[in-house]
């Protein structure tokens, strides 16, 4: 299944996208939240499609899409993930996963404008895959660690490098700004991703390729990162970890290139959709 979230007259209502066709499913789901997945939703749902498709009501696909999940209790993601970005960045392999937060006040849809932050510098892009968990996950085995995914989505990891780097403290800083994470357009389940291990992933600035990478190249694993991250946390059902970004960013090239207002960023995952970002200026954030 592929779940949508999408705006009507100013409320964010459930949907899905179902043999090439955007169906309403408000009055049987309320929204695609912590308590959906923990009251066993998406089996609700895939017997509401498999019976009553036909009688869903479709919306139309000119409609704004919103973040696939409603806000959840946490963003974690999983920084130097890839090898080869790790290498870009001057930085050394980690032997266990670096984690940070992503405030989800950043959450934003898949094709919402992003905004620069106020005094930012290194405004910078990330394609990542991130996944939704499905039920509440407290030191899970990496043997039944798939058990707990709900499905994946697209996310751009956006980060303000100068704040991150160079602020002192955590990398939170530049993490979290508002806008900093566009998520889907669809969460797929499991089912229809196939092999998770092996998708492409790219992101590119005004038409030009920046990154084009795979996820057969991530270092440590899904399975490992979800078993791994619960032996510090409860995963509650909804939360989301972003699994890391290829080679590409502005951050490792050489010269150093950052977003600026009017550029804009196209990215997608290989049966994750696609997704399309415009950059604009804090100043302009401001007038709207």
């Not at 459930?14 to 939703?41: A, I, M, Q, R, T």
């Not at 039920?135 to 058990?147: G, P, T």
């Not at 566009?182 to 590119?204: H, I, M, Y």
């Not at 694993?221 to 699994?243: A, C, N």
Request: net charge negative; with cysteine.
């Amino acid at each position: 299944m592929k779940l949508i979230r999408y705006r009507d007259g100013g409320k964010i209502k459930p949907g899905v996208f179902h043999n090439g066709k955007y169906l309403g499913v408000e009055g049987f789901v309320d929204d695609y939240n912590e308590s959906f997945f923990e009251k066993g939703g998406l089996e609700t749902l895939r017997f509401l499609i498999r019976e009553k498709a036909d009688f869903l009501p479709e919306v139309s696909q000119n409609v704004e899409l919103d973040s696939p999940v409603a806000r959840p209790s946490k963003i974690v993601c999983i920084g130097l993930n890839y090898a080869d970005h790790a290498k870009e960045t001057n930085a050394t392999i980690p032997e266990e996963p670096v984690i940070f937060f992503k405030s989800t006040t950043a959450i934003i849809g898949p094709d919402d404008d992003v905004v620069i932050p106020k005094n930012s510098v290194k405004t910078d892009w990330e394609v990542e895959l991130a996944l939704v968990i499905g039920k509440k996950a407290s030191y899970v085995d990496e043997k039944d660690a798939m058990d707990f995914v709900a499905g994946y989505m697209l996310h751009n990891d956006l980060s303000e490098r100068d704040f991150q780097l160079n602020r002192s403290g955590l990398w939170d800083k530049g993490k979290g700004c508002d806008t900093f994470a566009p998520l889907g357009p669809w969460l797929v389940t499991p089912d229809e991703v196939g092999d998770v291990s092996n998708l492409r992933l790219w992101l590119s600035v005004n038409g030009k390729m920046m990154q084009d990478g795979n996820t057969s190249n991530i270092i440590f694993k899904i399975p490992f990162l979800v078993s791994y991250i619960s032996q510090f946390m409860t995963l509650l059902p909804g939360d989301i970890i972003s699994t890391g970004t290829p080679a590409g960013v502005g951050l490792g090239r050489e010269p150093q290139i950052y977003l600026k207002a009017g550029d804009i960023m196209e990215l997608g995952i290989d049966g994750l959709g696609s997704s399309k970002q415009k950059v604009i200026s804090f100043e302009s954030a401001m007038k709207n």
